[in-house]
């Protein structure tokens, strides 16, 4: 699941997922927990290529519901803009 948030002028894709993928004629197994990754872009643009970057929210352990993970994603997600994505140096490789 997806959502897409704006912060400081970046926009901020949340993306929430069971920590085990669902075997081919399985339901998902959500017992297992949730993983949890974030985009950080520029906000829509004209552009054909708008910058963006992809994070992994550190975790010793997955997340036991997907609101921890939603929650854990917005919050990693603002500290990594305040304390590096201010200036939007964020996007660029490192």
């Known amino acids: 699941m997806t959502t897409i948030r704006h912060y400081r002028g970046l926009d901020i894709s949340l993306l929430?997922?069971?920590h085990r993928t669902t075997q081919p004629g399985y339901g998902h197994n959500y017992e297992e927990g949730f993983d949890a990754s974030i985009r950080i872009s520029d906000p829509d643009s004209m552009t054909d290529n708008p910058r963006s970057r992809?994070?992994?929210v550190p975790g010793k352990?997955?997340?036991v519901n997907a609101g921890d993970a939603r929650r854990a994603?917005?919050?990693y997600a603002e500290m990594l803009i305040d304390t590096d994505g201010f200036d939007r140096a964020i996007l660029e490789s490192p």
């Open 73 to 75: 994603s917005v919050a």
């Open 54 to 56: 992809l994070f992994r």
């Open 61 to 63: 352990r997955p997340f």
């Open 16 to 18: 929430v997922y069971p």
